[in-house]
């Protein structure tokens, strides 16, 4: 199917005019608002892209494309303010070429000339960043950009089924990775929910979050080697299960964000896949507590695959409950024993913290994939409708936006109250009321939870970039100011950069900027993400 050039995933999806409209109706009751009118999403013939101001050499004219499509596609990511700018035809940098390498070969050599040329070059995977990742705005100080889309380094390579991994290439789509690794019994079991529309690539450079709630919830923890082309050579690490020599090359590629150079694959950890599930959906009369039957459970050691605390309003919106609980949805699977042992404990440990569960709440079997049932199904097929949700009420002048963070658990009160008041109080004082803040957790640690927030406020027709923008700051004060990350699983790109400067220690920020240097000593790569662009003169 054909993918949108303006928003989230393909065209056809999501929900239809009228749903839309309907969309717009129950907001506006809610939020006690006149009527709401949706933007029309913008066609191809509308916009007036930039002309290109550079062109490829010969020798890589047959991998670049002057496509406007493939130009206004790779112009954004998919934040509030990316959808916002693209449903009101605010093109304004596009990259002037996409490339679409075939093999590490054509990403050298795309490099040797975004170098020597001085042309900014933007690794691309799905373009799911919602933190300015992609985005092409890189100043003036570059002749050009380049989107470098690594969609044909799509497959996997080879499989090493004793040792449980295989070699793939960054480019592959999460659906395309799971259906040639079905075939072997093995999955890599990573599943965040872009899942459909990232890629591997994508996936290690932003350090994605993924399915598991504990335990593994990062890439990170399923990573042997990495390989990368920069614009001095090629960064290839040794494949080990382990290592203690020295600072490890792959965790400094991790996070890396397309700034130190451009992933083209990686051995990764693989699991059997899984045929054995266990659930349960635990109620409680307030967060406070479900958060301390959360913090029980990640302090256990029973290493739940779902432990995700949701707060009223969140279960409200999602359509999980509608009785004014909070919800804790749990889950267990495996591949090769029965989890009734697991639930079983995890329901107990609930109870032990005021968790109300009731026996029909709480499902074992042998299950064909994917199949959810109960809260957890009606939770997960909401997670995946909501970014064509989200879409569908940008364009209706919403402002929706969400951010999450980590923090240890004795910090997460302080931090829970003054994230939502600041993000309330910022919602007012630019305007853009009424507001709404839901948190929930998407992962837990035996230290710490990952709250992550959901505001929806009505914007003003014109100032809703400026109202987003004071309410994102306002969210980033509070985070830092609370101990917690400015990001958990979202990545840093250009919007987050004021508050990761503040995170990371200068020194630690020096040493960074010195391998960007031995790196990519003309600042090509990424300009503005990380670390501020310091091209060659």
């Known amino acids: 199917?054909?993918?949108?050039?303006?928003?989230?995933?393909?065209?056809?999806?999501?929900?239809?005019?009228?749903?839309?409209?309907?969309?717009?109706?129950?907001?506006?009751?809610?939020?006690?608002?006149?009527?709401?009118?949706?933007?029309?999403?913008?066609?191809?013939?509308?916009?007036?892209?930039?002309?290109?101001?550079?062109?490829?050499?010969?020798?890589?004219?047959?991998?670049?494309?002057?496509?406007p499509e493939e130009r206004a596609g790779h112009t954004y990511g998919k934040s509030f303010r990316d959808v916002w700018r693209a449903l009101h035809r605010d093109f304004s940098n596009p990259p002037d070429l996409v490339a679409l390498p075939h093999n590490e070969h054509d990403v050298t050599a795309l490099l040797d000339w975004c170098t020597d040329a001085r042309i900014a070059a933007i690794p691309y995977g799905g373009g799911s960043s919602v933190v300015g990742g992609v985005e092409c705005d890189v100043g003036d100080a570059y002749r050009g950009t380049v989107s470098i889309d690594m969609r044909h380094l799509d497959r996997v390579l080879e499989i090493d089924r004793q040792s449980r991994a295989a070699r793939i290439q960054a480019g592959v789509y999460g659906p395309a990775l799971e259906d040639q690794l079905r075939p072997h019994d093995l999955t890599l079991r990573h599943f965040p929910q872009s899942f459909e529309f990232s890629t591997l690539g994508g996936w290690l450079a932003t350090r994605s979050g993924g399915h598991y709630a504990t335990l593994h919830t990062h890439i990170d923890d399923f990573v042997e080697s990495i390989t990368a082309v920069t614009p001095t050579g090629t960064w290839e690490s040794r494949r080990l299960p382990g290592s203690g020599a020295g600072p490890s090359p792959d965790r400094m590629l991790l996070g890396s964000e397309g700034t130190l150079g451009v992933i083209t694959e990686a051995w990764m950890r693989l699991q059997d896949r899984p045929r054995f599930r266990?659930?349960?959906?635990?109620?409680?009369?307030?967060?406070?507590?479900?958060?301390?039957?959360?913090?029980?459970?990640?302090?256990?050691?029973?290493?739940?695959?779902?432990?995700?605390?949701?707060?009223?309003?969140?279960?409200?919106?999602?359509?999980?409950?509608?009785?004014?609980?909070?919800?804790?949805?749990?889950?267990?699977?495996?591949?090769?024993?029965?989890?009734?042992?697991?639930?079983?404990?995890?329901?107990?440990?609930?109870?032990?913290?005021?968790?109300?569960?009731?026996?029909?709440?709480?499902?074992?079997?042998?299950?064909?994939?994917?199949?959810?049932?109960?809260?957890?199904?009606?939770?997960?097929?909401?997670?995946?409708?909501?970014?064509?949700?989200r879409d569908a009420i940008v364009g209706l002048g919403v402002i929706s936006e969400t951010f999450e963070t980590a923090c240890t658990w004795d910090r997460f009160p302080d931090l829970h109250r003054s994230a939502?008041?600041?993000?309330?109080?910022?919602?007012?004082?630019?305007?853009?009321?009424?507001?709404?803040?839901?948190?929930?957790?998407?992962?837990?640690?035996?230290?710490?939870?990952?709250?992550?927030?959901?505001?929806?406020?009505?914007?003003?027709?014109?100032?809703?970039?400026?109202?987003?923008?004071?309410?994102?700051?306002?969210?980033?004060?509070?985070?830092?100011?609370?101990?917690?990350?400015?990001?958990?699983?979202?990545?840093?790109?250009?919007?987050?950069?004021?508050?990761y400067d503040q995170q990371r220690p200068e020194l630690f920020a020096r040493a960074l900027r010195a391998a960007k240097t031995t790196l990519d000593p003309a600042g090509v790569l990424n300009p503005g993400v990380l670390l501020d662009p310091r091209p060659s003169p």
Not at 33 to 42: C, F, K, M, R
Not at 337 to 352: G, K, M, N, T
Not at 471 to 499: C, E, F, M, Q, Y
């Open 420 to 499: 939502t008041e600041a993000v309330l109080d910022a919602a007012k004082r630019v305007g853009a009321e009424p507001a709404v803040v839901t948190c929930r957790f998407t992962h837990v640690y035996p230290d710490g939870p990952a709250p992550y927030f959901t505001v929806l406020a009505l914007g003003t027709d014109g100032r809703q970039l400026e109202q987003w923008a004071a309410i994102k700051s306002a969210a980033g004060d509070a985070l830092i100011h609370n101990g917690g990350t400015i990001t958990h699983h979202h990545a840093v790109g250009r919007d987050h950069r004021p508050w």
């Open 278 to 389: 266990a659930s349960a959906s635990a109620r409680f009369t307030s967060f406070e507590q479900g958060a301390d039957a959360a913090r029980a459970l990640a302090q256990s050691g029973l290493h739940p695959t779902n432990c995700r605390l949701l707060d009223p309003t969140e279960a409200m919106i999602t359509g999980t409950d509608d009785r004014g609980d909070s919800i804790l949805l749990i889950a267990f699977e495996s591949a090769d024993h029965p989890l009734d042992a697991w639930i079983s404990r995890a329901v107990e440990c609930a109870r032990d913290h005021n968790g109300s569960i009731r026996d029909d709440a709480i499902h074992t079997s042998e299950a064909r994939e994917g199949a959810r049932e109960g809260a957890a199904g009606n939770w997960r097929n909401a997670f995946v409708r909501a970014p064509y949700t």
């Open 1 to 67: 199917m054909k993918r949108r050039f303006w928003g989230w995933g393909v065209e056809g999806a999501g929900p239809t005019r009228e749903q839309q409209a309907k969309l717009g109706r129950t907001i506006a009751s809610r939020f006690g608002a006149g009527e709401l009118t949706a933007v029309e999403p913008p066609t191809m013939p509308e916009l007036d892209l930039r002309a290109p101001r550079v062109e490829p050499p010969a020798t890589l004219a047959s991998i670049c494309t002057a496509d």
